[in-house]
């Protein structure tokens, strides 16, 4: 599985543009790159999912670069209610109903200032 | 969208009691669950691989017969913490895939007085 790295924490005013960068130099031709959230004492909850170049849905935008060796988490402005642990995740996807395994890095800690 | 519910959200037992925790897939079936454990300020770490009609996958260093793992039904995984003690408090999390995307339940709270 693709180690990953990210920066332990960040710190943002209500309003701007958040970007976390996530390395996977180890990344395999298979795997794709997730994101997911966490609040104090809750699951993870899915982000947002992509393979190359750039996904965007109504919460977040995800770049990824060619050589896929990281990816770019974009939250437009955030709120304080954007304060929580985000992971950067990266592993194959089957198609169906398998074992994908999920490995979590230590993932950044997000802290939206008023 | 897909749900992984967990049940209790938090439990407080007796050090040398056992606790039951069960996590469903509400609207698809998973043949395949995870286990995690998360203590404070850390991120999950995945406990075992819970297989539906056999034996659970354990991580390292995770003990099988502490942690009872049992996958009776494609929507059913419940995970028995046996003879519990204090260092076993920690927050415990289930997941499940459907198709690309993983769910999480909403994680069970577990102290150990």
């Known amino acids: 599985l693709a180690k990953t790295t990210q920066p332990i924490s960040m710190d943002s005013y209500e309003g701007q543009e958040v970007n976390i960068t996530c390395s996977h130099n180890?990344?395999?031709?298979?795997?794709?790159i997730t994101w997911y959230q966490q609040f104090p004492s809750q699951g993870p909850r899915f982000i947002i999912q992509?393979?190359?170049t750039k996904v965007t849905n109504e919460v977040a935008s995800l770049f990824i670069p060619a050589d896929r060796k990281s990816s770019t988490l974009s939250l437009p402005r955030v709120s304080l209610s954007d304060t929580a642990v985000y992971y950067c995740?990266?592993?194959?996807?089957?198609?169906?109903?398998?074992?994908?395994?999920?490995?979590f890095g230590k993932g950044t800690k997000l802290s939206v200032i008023p | 969208g897909a749900v992984v519910s967990q049940h209790p959200s938090r439990v407080i037992c007796k050090s040398g009691t056992s606790v039951k925790i069960e996590c469903r897939s509400l609207?698809?079936?998973?043949?395949?669950m995870f286990w995690y454990r998360q203590f404070p300020k850390q991120s999950l770490m995945l406990m075992a691989t819970?297989?539906?009609?056999?034996?659970?996958?354990?991580e390292q260093g995770v003990e099988k017969d502490k942690f009872l793992i049992n996958h009776a039904s494609l929507t059913l995984s419940t995970l028995t913490v046996t003879s519990a003690h204090p260092e076993d408090s920690s927050f415990y999390i289930c997941?499940?895939?459907?198709?690309?995307?993983?769910?999480f339940g909403q994680g069970t709270r577990l102290t150990v007085v």
């Open positions: 992509g393979y190359k």
């Open positions: 180890n990344i395999a031709t298979n795997d794709y």
């Open positions: 609207d698809f079936q998973a043949t395949t």
């Open positions: 819970s297989n539906e009609g056999s034996k659970a996958t354990y």
């Open positions: 995740l990266v592993g194959e996807v089957d198609s169906g109903a398998g074992s994908y395994q999920l490995t």
């Open positions: 997941s499940a895939r459907s198709y690309t995307e993983a769910f």
